[in-house]
């Protein structure tokens, strides 16, 4: 493995130019290439040069020139050499080397600011639970599997094993009507609800209507980008506020509706109904983002809106809050009118997502391994929220948490007395990170709250968090 890789640099790799005719000799001018990609970081410590021999032929010219030039730079610190005859850039520079942008500056540490102690940074997914092993089957099942003309350029909307694995999984679990045509694979919501604008926005939509507080770097960013109007819907405790819809004759609505961001409030059955009933009367769009359904701990999953109108709902999941956000897999339900435009739009973004990660996702649906990593993830989650919200009654009982039934995060509303943004900047100077509900207002005003995401911190971590946030507080009272 290690002889693969340190040869596997080959002469055009290295970019070098010669003169054949500028009167520099030739092994002076291998030396400057070589240097000056080291320094410019081009070339990073441990990478490996060619053999003295492949380089030699790479450039047309004896191989005893090349031995020079490499002997040259490794008196001079700049390469190392391995026994068995391989050359590496040395791990650590000579100082002239030592610039900025230079391999040696690259791997050093850079000043950190003075860490965190406990971080309730939200949108975070334990991914140290990443099922590796179940993963790595899919993926060898794959890629012992698949033959090579499925490896080609796709149609756009992704794999259709993966669109007929979806649907398997979305009509059990969400309640979802979903038919493997109308999926599309994208790479987590963040692109999908970027492709769902862009078309909406050729369509001739004006105005989207986004929950208030909602999710600032997505819908809001790119709606504004689009040309859209954006207007916020104010949440209530149950979500969206339905009767606030009528007046702003928007074409399309995002919703959180499952455990809605950031407050947590669950869209009862009634106004799900209601928001349907608006789209129809519209003929507007509502997006679904379903981004965290598969965490429900004291209540009975509620499914998911696209079951109740496919012509006026578009349904999007990703894998991003169950497995990894890394993976960037993401997927959605589109009503059959959109799945062309939606298509187009994604071809053009990206010409379709990766194909073995598809592959494996399909398998590892189909084998029941996305249940069953949720099955294990759920307690775990389950005890970090319940650490939590201990934590918060013994330290701060005078702070509302909501939306504790489902999710990786619990906003916590704060006594009028607290100033969101001082208890903020409090928190930062005791050492922990934690975010306020007002950064996420459309309209501005708003009882002030905190998120505390919980999913990748131990439950002592957490107790932890919560003593530092209450010293805060009172620090803030004091003050
Ligand atoms: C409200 C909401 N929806 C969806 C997502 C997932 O986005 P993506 O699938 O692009 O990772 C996030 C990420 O934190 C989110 O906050």
Known sequence: MGRLRTNSRLAEDLLIELDRDGGVPLHRQIEASIRTSIRAGRLRAGASLPPTRT???????????????????????????????????????????AGVGSAASMAAPTAQPATRRVDFGYGRTDVSQFPRAAWLRSIRTVLTSTPNDRFAYLDGRGMPELHQALCDYLNRVRGTLAVPGNVVVCSGYGQGISLLIQVLARRGARRIALEDPSSDDDARVLAGAAGLEVVGIPVGPDGVQVDALDPVDAD??????????????VLSAAARAEVIRWARRRGAI??????????RYDRSPVGAMQGLAPDHVVYCGTASKTLAPGLRLGWMVVPAHLVADVTAAKLLADRGSPVIDQLAFADFLGRGEFDRHLRRMRPVYRRRRDALLD????????????????????????????????????????????????????????????????????????????????TAIQEVRGS
């Open 55 to 97: 380089l030699a032929a790479g450039l047309g010219i004896s191989r005893g020139v090349v031995v020079e030039a490499y002997q040259q730079l490794v008196a001079e610190g700049y390469l190392a050499s391995r026994s068995g005859g391989y050359t590496q850039v040395a791990a650590s520079m000579p100082p002239a080397a």
């Open 286 to 295: 509502v997006v679904e983002d379903d981004y965290d359904a598969e965490y």
């Open 252 to 265: 399309a609505l995002v919703l959180t509706p499952s455990h809605q961001w950031p407050t947590g409030g």
């Open 391 to 470: 934590a918060l009654r013994t330290h701060l009982p005078d702070l509302r948490p909501a939306g504790i039934a489902a999710g990786q995060h619990v906003v916590a509303w704060l006594p009028p007395d607290l100033e969101e943004a001082a208890v903020v900047a409090a928190a930062a100077r005791h050492g922990l990170g934690i975010q306020g509900v007002g950064p996420f207002r459309i309209a501005g005003a708003g009882p002030g709250g905190l998120i505390f995401g919980y999913a990748i911190l131990s439950e002592s971590a957490i107790a932890e968090g919560v003593a530092l946030l209450a």
